[in-house]
């Protein structure tokens, strides 16, 4: 939506950052981008079908759009003559006198924002201006160019003073903004039907002018627009949600269910039960979280935060190939691996609205009450794939009940059992301590073999915390001193501050020599198909009762 404006060129700096210029056959589309600066996009030839924030726009010879920061776009459908673009990005700098005022600074940055969307250009002079800045940015970047860069820089304001002065001579008169105005309000109220005759009244035109000028927009007639657009919410919902399909179909628009799926299977060319079992086969996610229950059960995803969760020497076969996506997002990067869906948990919380621009995204918030088998469950619901969760709980079950019987029968363990994990840290000033549901083998511990954790601990669990850290040493005894084993997971540091110390000598499982230093790539993961091998492992050592093993 444009608006006449004040335009404070004296308080900001616009400047370019690139140009370039594109050329695409008629076969060709690219990928979803995530835009992080503002984008002027140019047409010198041909015309194409863009997705931008999930619109359709259709842009022809010598349109020009504005994309703003924030925003995903690519294009999806070239006509039939070779395409041509001029792609200029750019970006402002506010004044150090106006961001002292955080409201005028913020007046400043809504000048560009005010333009986004479809601008009022006239073709030739606007491609022409666009081809001079491309012409001229390889010189203007150069090393001590200078001058040239200060050329470079008045061509970009000329442009935006052109583009300002165009959008205040037409603010108000083009039937084409009051018509895009009337689809920005399709997708802001995506629950309401709207008529034909309605949307025509809002844009103060007849019916088959808006019809003409929404197609010349879009590449879709308003009623084709609206069905894809009630389609779309409904695939997001089949690949998210296992609500029954007649709730699906109710929150998409149609009050009947059949002929729901008959639209659907039209435009589709699969009804709704098909299209759920083939995209849910094939579904391309990145998980911030919950990589590891993926691989458990066949599904590798696309990206993963391997930075934070990576690494357990149970997966490094099945990871080889995912993209580390790490702990703080790049959008672009995501963008660029094309997910069909995104799984994360609170740690992400911040992110969720730029990520779920690219991909429908699932935020499975952390709950230390929520058990592993849960967590599979839901995770195995989002992708179809509940049957695996269940054979695995299953199969798990089984291995666990035959290990208890197997350390019982050996007579190191039984149900009455007390194990302490405890991390090191500080040089072995301070320690952590873990309960069943923050990796560290406390699952498998706990739950697999039945032991019970420390008094300390096992309150911590009932409030649903299952670690804490920065315990001073002195306080060693507190959490350790009624166990009959004691893991010590090595991560930064082991035992090499401890061992000598009468703290660490004093404790009844020290004493006995019932105490286990465990590796971290294959004692500290908590994904199901680490924990089932740490099963394996920790019936092993109890069983061999070692009086100290280093297990590497």
């Keep these: ?146 001058l040239q860069a200060f050329r470079q820089h008045i061509r970009m304001q000329e442009l935006l003073y052109y583009l300002c002065e165009r959008s205040a001579a037409a603010h108000d008169r083009d039937p084409r903004k009051l018509v895009e105005q009337t689809i920005a ?11 034909i005759q309605e949307l025509a009244e809002r844009a103060n035109t007849g019916q088959r002018q808006y019809n003409s000028l929404f197609k010349e927009l879009t590449g879709r007639s308003p009623l084709e627009y609206m069905t894809e657009q009630q389609m779309n919410q409904a695939k997001k919902q089949m690949l998210i949600t296992n609500e029954p399909l007649s709730s699906i179909a109710r929150n998409a628009g149609f009050q009947d269910v059949y002929y729901f799926s008959r639209r659907f299977k039209q435009m589709v060319g699969l009804s709704p039960k098909q299209y759920i079992r083939q995209r849910r086969s094939e579904l391309r996610v990145v998980a911030f979280y919950y990589g590891g229950i993926l691989l458990s059960m066949g599904m590798r995803p696309v990206g993963a935060n391997l930075t934070w969760w990576g690494g357990s020497a149970f997966l490094k076969d099945m990871e080889s190939g995912i993209t580390d996506v790490g702990v703080t997002p790049s959008l672009d990067m995501i963008a660029e691996l094309a997910p069909d869906l995104i799984l994360m948990n609170s740690n992400n919380l911040a992110d969720y609205e730029p990520l779920s621009k690219i ?45 208890r019987g197997l350390i019982r029968r050996a007579g190191v363990a039984d149900e009455k059992t007390v194990a302490a994990i405890i991390r090191f840290e500080a040089r072995g000033e301070e320690f952590a301590v873990f309960g069943s549901h923050y990796g560290r083998s406390g699952w498998s511990l706990y739950n697999g073999l039945g032991l019970q954790p420390p008094q300390q601990v096992r309150r911590m669990m009932e409030q649903g915390i299952h670690f804490k850290q920065r315990i001073p040493i002195h306080q060693l005894a507190e959490y350790a001193a009624d166990s009959d084993y004691i893991f010590v997971i090595h991560e930064t540091e082991g035992l090499e501050h401890v061992s000598n110390r009468e703290i660490w000598q004093q404790l009844r499982a020290v004493r006995h020599g019932r105490f286990f230093e465990l590796g971290h790539e294959r004692f500290s993961y908590f994904d199901p198909i680490s924990i089932e091998s740490q099963l394996d492992l920790l019936t092993e050592l109890l069983i061999q009762q070692a009086s100290l093993v280093l297990v590497r």
């Design 359 to 403: 991909a429908p995204s699932v935020m499975i918030p952390y709950d230390g009450k929520r058990t592993l088998y849960e967590d599979m469950r839901i995770v195995g619901e989002l992708i179809g794939s509940t049957a695996e969760a269940d054979r695995y709980i299953t199969r798990y079950e089984s291995k666990a009940a035959a290990a």
């Design 1 to 146: 939506m444009n608006h006449a404006f004040p335009i404070p060129f004296l308080s900001c700096l616009y400047q370019v950052i690139d140009v370039q210029k594109h050329l695409m056959d008629a076969c060709e589309s690219f990928a979803n981008t995530y835009v992080q600066h503002y984008i002027l996009i140019g047409v010198s030839s041909g015309d194409a079908i863009w997705r931008i924030d999930g619109r359709p726009v259709r842009m022809g010879k010598g349109a020009g759009y504005l994309i703003a920061p924030g925003s995903v776009y690519g294009i999806e459908e070239i006509g039939a003559q070779p395409f041509s673009y001029y792609q200029l990005e750019c970006s402002i700098e506010i004044a150090e006198s106006r961001k002292a005022n955080h409201a005028e600074s913020k007046k400043d940055e809504g000048i560009l924002h005010a333009l986004c969307g479809r601008l009022q250009v006239q073709p030739a002079r606007w491609i022409s201006m666009l081809e001079e800045l491309y012409q001229h940015q390889a010189a203007a970047s150069a090393a001590g160019a200078e």
């Design 185 to 195: 309000e399709l997708h802001t109220d995506n629950g309401r039907k709207f008529s």
